[in-house]
């Protein structure tokens, strides 16, 4: 059986010939002019499926360096602003060293309280800093919310809540950016940390207590101590010795001697010697029992018959009510009386060992940041590596191989132009060219 061939079929093979090589051809010029080995996915649908994941994962790695920037950009003005809080916290320090002088004149006194006025309106400010947004950078999770307002006189407000911005900044890891002022400037442990110290407002001897001191913090904390503990004095008019007692204050007045069980009856069992550090341990008479507070305190002067301290469990107290307490105290200037100057010596102790607490939490609250910062400035380490591998998978998977396609080209061309030439010969057959 024989097959005819038209003309018509030989000019329709030679033009789908030709226009596949074309198409050959072309794909080949712009695989080179875009140094893309894939151009759509069924050039090579593993790799194009591949190469869209590591895609995929360079669009998230960038987002995520996008928030590592801002979460830099955001403890870097929290620090900054905090590090100014501490560098006026020390001006405030050296002002109420100042202050405490003795040789000032109440006029003296009036002036550095100025200049420490200036200091807490200029805190306030720190306290209520911005973005540049607009956004609050201390009031926790309500940025919009101005944080602190008040005064001296008032006192100062806290407006914002103990929330904390976070960031993500890796696939698993969110990082605090922000940090609450009731953290920074409310939640300051008074006195030393452990206990504060304090005169009974009647006292009228110049006896003047220290911050004092915890040598065993678990006794301090122990269930043992009440944490409302007082010193009191008497003094013998006859011989003129003062004594002293520890008495425990939880159940209110007179309290409970911790050397006899019971309330305490001057003449006290200790003697009192100016200077010489008096330890709340002992032995209580009454039952036999050692107690150890773990904690001692220092007095100084002369205390008079009646005077009593407060030694009590430490509280948070906020940097602007030390501050306020600092400035009234050198505003009163009630140092006319030698019983004046040493309650007037025991809040200037109290106030310093204060702004000493804050400015530690301060520190605090910076070396948190400085750790955050630091895990953030590891995990971009972590994303450059991560985007250098990324781009070495997607240029294997993608990348041409210049050589071989241009070859391919040379190829193609050739093949192009040979079957151009050889449909030109074929069209040209006809029997009619031999009649």
Do not use: C
Not at 125 to 145: E, K, M, P
């Amino acid at each position: 059986m024989s097959m005819r061939v038209s003309t018509g079929m030989i000019f329709d093979a030679g033009v789908a010939a030709i226009d596949k090589q074309t198409a050959s051809l072309v794909h080949t010029q712009q695989q080179i002019a875009t140094g893309r080995r894939i151009l759509v996915p069924s050039d090579d649908p593993v790799a194009a499926a591949r190469a869209l994941e590591v895609t995929q994962s360079m669009n998230i790695t960038a987002q995520y360096k996008t928030n590592q920037d801002a979460a830099t950009s955001s403890l870097g003005l929290v620090d900054s602003n905090l590090s100014s809080a501490t560098n006026l916290l020390i001006q405030v320090k050296q002002l109420a060293v100042q202050g405490a002088n003795g040789a000032l004149t109440s006029a003296d006194r009036q002036s550095v309280a100025t200049q420490l006025r200036a200091d807490y309106d200029q805190l306030m400010g720190i306290a209520n800093s911005t973005d540049g947004t607009g956004q609050y950078l201390f009031s926790g999770y309500q940025s919009n919310t101005q944080p602190f307002t008040g005064s001296v006189a008032a006192g100062v407000t806290y407006h914002g809540d103990d929330g904390q911005r976070l960031q993500q900044v890796s696939a698993s890891r969110q990082i605090p950016v922000s940090v609450s002022g009731n953290a920074i400037f409310n939640r300051i442990a008074s006195g030393n940390g452990y206990f504060s110290t304090n005169y009974n407002a009647a006292n009228s001897g110049t006896g003047v207590i220290d911050v004092g001191s915890v040598g065993n913090p678990v006794n301090w904390n122990s269930a043992a101590n009440s944490g409302d503990l007082q010193v009191q004095f008497a003094v013998d008019p006859v011989t003129n010795t003062t004594t002293y007692d520890l008495v425990d204050m939880s159940a209110g007045a007179p309290g409970v001697s911790l050397f006899t069980g019971a309330p305490p009856s001057p003449p006290y069992g200790q003697t009192y010697t100016p200077g010489q550090a008096i330890s709340f341990s002992g032995v209580n008479a009454t039952t036999g029992q050692p107690f150890d507070f773990g904690a001692s305190v220092t007095i100084s002067g002369a205390p008079a018959n009646g005077d009593s301290f407060n030694v009590t469990k430490s509280s948070s107290q906020s940097i602007f009510t030390t501050m306020a307490n600092l400035i009234n105290s050198l505003e009163s200037s009630g140092t006319g009386t030698p019983a004046g100057a040493a309650k007037f010596a025991t809040d200037m102790g109290s106030a310093l060992e204060n702004i000493d607490q804050a400015s530690q939490n301060i520190l605090t609250v910076r070396a948190n940041i400085g750790a955050n910062m630091n895990e953030v400035s590891s995990l971009q380490s972590v994303n450059s590596d991560l985007n250098i591998q990324y781009s070495q998978t997607l240029s294997n998977l993608q990348d041409l191989d210049y050589a071989k396609t241009i070859t391919d080209l040379t190829r193609g061309q050739t093949q192009l132009q040979a079957s151009q030439q050889s449909f030109a010969k074929v069209s040209q057959l006809s029997l009619f060219n031999y009649l």
